[in-house]
């Protein structure tokens, strides 16, 4: 069973650039799988913000193109989220997770918060 | 974007009891981009429903998926303990995922 663990910066400046990085053990990241990052928040709820897979094509939610980048790593087997020009809106916990078809996200990684504050 | 509209938004319901989750989208959708989640506090999402009626890997037989167009159901035909949680409908569509706002099983 494949297991994914959100890392990065707990606290990010407004108009700064979020980070995270998702290491995925059990499996290679190399499957035919899309990996994605999905966030929570108490206001918007979970919000899905795009998905990557491991030759390096993208699918981003539109309302995100803008502001982020996805990449994956595959000699450390993991993939990784920069958000640009965060505010407080983006306070959230940023989930990652891969699907393997069938329109659904089968593992879902412990979750990561992040706090925009100055 | 297809909103997804969960109810009742908590629930309070006993061990032993059925339980019936609603999820409505606000137009018809196929039922193969339809899924259900359970999540617990400071635990990670689990996929339960797939494709609105196939059960996931290792997920017990009391959990059920039905529903067709725009209306539906999580059931649960006998709660233990451990199935008080949130629980999330998503729909992929338009390339990507979207979800309900959740419903909160608790215990009576």
């Known amino acids: 069973q494949v297991h994914l663990q959100e890392s990065g910066p707990g606290l990010v400046k407004p108009s700064g650039t979020l980070s995270l990085t998702c290491v995925v053990s059990?499996?290679?990241?190399?499957?035919?799988?899309?990996w994605s990052w999905v966030r929570h928040s108490p206001g918007r709820g979970l919000e899905w913000i795009g998905e990557i897979y491991h030759g390096g094509q993208t699918n981003y939610k539109t309302s995100f193109k803008s502001r982020v980048t996805m990449s994956v790593d595959k000699s450390k087997n993991q993939f990784s989220l920069r958000l640009s020009s965060v505010t407080a809106a983006d306070t959230a916990v940023y989930y990652c997770?891969?699907?393997?078809?069938?329109?659904?996200?089968?593992?879902w990684g412990q979750g990561s918060l992040v706090t925009v504050s100055s | 974007e297809i909103v997804l509209t969960q109810s009742p938004g908590t629930l309070s319901l006993s061990p032993g009891e059925r339980a019936t989750l609603s999820c409505r989208t606000s137009q018809s959708v196929s039922s193969t981009f339809l899924a259900w989640y359970q999540q617990k506090p400071g635990q990670a999402p689990r996929l339960l429903i797939y494709g609105a009626s196939s059960r996931a890997t290792d997920i017990p037989d009391r959990f059920s998926g039905s529903g067709s167009g725009t209306d539906f159901t999580l059931t649960i035909s006998r709660l233990e303990p451990e199935d008080f949680a949130v629980y999330y409908c998503?729909?992929?569509?338009?390339?990507?995922?979207?979800f309900g706002q959740g419903t909160k099983l608790e215990i009576k």
């Open positions: 998503q729909h992929y569509g338009s390339s990507w995922y979207t």
């Open positions: 059990g499996d290679s990241i190399s499957i035919d799988a899309w």
């Open positions: 997770a891969v699907s393997r078809g069938w329109y659904k996200l089968d593992y």
